[in-house]
């Protein structure tokens, strides 16, 4: 059996250690100093500073090249959430916008005394509502649109001719429809009237038949009365 180290902190009696069982494990096991369960870590790479992080355009060709490594439904996936994301930002900063311009004129009635305070405060306000509008449009047009249009989503010009277009469309689609349906009742109409007109004839036919046979019995009568 292997014998322990007696110079072990365990097993020292010291004046902070004086009146602690040593019969449990949990009190007579010293405890793990900071730093020591750091198991797996490497201690020598630490976190990037605020001020040694990539710069702009670094971020980017890293973004450009991880963008590359991915298939085109991941690409198309992290591009689709990255716009729904800016989509966001700009649906909040137009509710802002419409909430600080509803402060901005509701201060007015809650100021007594009117001054230079006042007047700068409600100036602020006024200006908060314009610089949020700014943002979302900034996000609109910087941010978005250039996903956007990687994503196939037309814009401007571009949009109101493919509505044109897909208006259009639909509208010959619909005369086509309207046609079709025109030819279809146009059809049914003249197989009706055809047998109609059959009907008619066979009908005439039948009679003309019927006529011809009483004529042929009385014909027949005729005769066997002469006899």
Do not use: H
């Not at 250690?17 to 198991?39: D, F, L, W």
């Not at 298939?71 to 909430?99: H, M, Q, T």
């Not at 003249?190 to 046979?213: G, L, V």
């Amino acid at each position: 059996m292997s014998r322990r180290n007696p110079l072990n902190d365990r097993y020292l009696m010291e004046k902070d250690k004086q009146g602690v069982s040593r019969k449990s494990v949990s009190n007579a096991k010293p405890k793990t100093k900071a730093g020591e369960s750091t198991a797996g870590t490497d201690s020598s790479k630490k976190k990037p500073s605020l001020f040694n992080r990539a710069s702009k355009e670094e971020r980017k060709a890293t973004e450009e090249e991880e963008m590359k490594t991915l298939g085109p439904r991941a690409r198309e996936k992290k591009l689709r959430s990255e716009y729904n994301r800016w989509d966001v930002w700009r649906r909040r900063c137009v509710i802002i916008s419409f909430i600080l311009m509803f402060l901005a004129l509701s201060y007015p009635f809650t100021v007594l005394e009117p001054n230079e305070t006042t007047q700068t405060i409600s100036a602020v306000l006024w200006a908060l509502p314009f610089i949020a509008i700014g943002v979302g449009i900034y996000i609109s047009y910087a941010k978005q649109r250039p996903i956007g249009r990687v994503l196939g989503i037309r814009y401007g010009r571009d949009a109101k001719e493919e509505e044109r277009a897909d208006v259009k469309a639909k509208r010959e689609k619909q005369r086509r429809d309207y046609n079709m349906q025109e030819q279809k009742v146009y059809a049914r109409v003249e197989e009706k009237e055809k047998r109609t007109q059959e009907r008619d004839e066979r009908r005439k036919a039948a009679r003309a038949a019927e006529e011809a046979r009483k004529e042929q019995y009385k014909a027949a009568g005729q005769a066997k009365n002469k006899k």
